[in-house]
Nanobody, 125 residues
Framework: QVQLVESGGGLVQSGGSLRLSCAASGFTLNYYAIAWFRQAPGKEREWVSCISSSGGMTSYEDSVRGRFTISRDNAKNTVYLQMNSLRPEDTAVYYC??????????????????WGQGTQVTVSS
């Protein structure tokens, strides 16, 4: 069964850090570009960051660039999102997604084939 499972969310104060993990089972992440998306209450899901299948290319949404770092460990079949200097506006459910139709990053949610169930990140002011 193909599955992505996020973990690492929680409640943190403004300025704090969290590291999210996205672990795959039932398939190998090596050949997939992986993205993180987030959805805040009452808002549409938005793209946050992406890493190519090789890890050689990363990209970030403007508001998180310089604060978030995406990485992958293909040996562990896991992708990470290190989030530093968190702000209340980062509060959202964070989802990881795998793109099976290509190895490079895309920002549209329709480009991704497999999704996790999400993990809640709450940043208090």
């Amino acid at each position: 069964q193909v599955q992505l499972v996020e973990s690492g969310g929680g409640l943190v104060q403004s300025g704090g850090s969290l590291r999210l993990s996205c672990a795959a089972s039932g398939f190998t992440l090596n050949y997939y570009a992986i993205a993180w998306f987030r959805q805040a209450p009452g808002k549409e899901r938005e793209w946050v960051s992406c890493i190519s299948s090789s890890g050689g290319m990363t990209s970030y949404e403007d508001s998180v660039r310089g604060r978030f770092t995406i990485s992958r460990d293909n040996a562990k079949n896991t992708v990470y999102l290190q989030m530093n200097s968190l702000r209340p506006e980062d509060t959202a459910v964070y989802y990881c997604a795998a793109r099976g139709r290509g190895t490079i990053c895309k920002t549209g949610s329709y480009e991704y084939d497999y999704w996790g169930q999400g993990t809640q990140v709450t940043v208090s002011s």
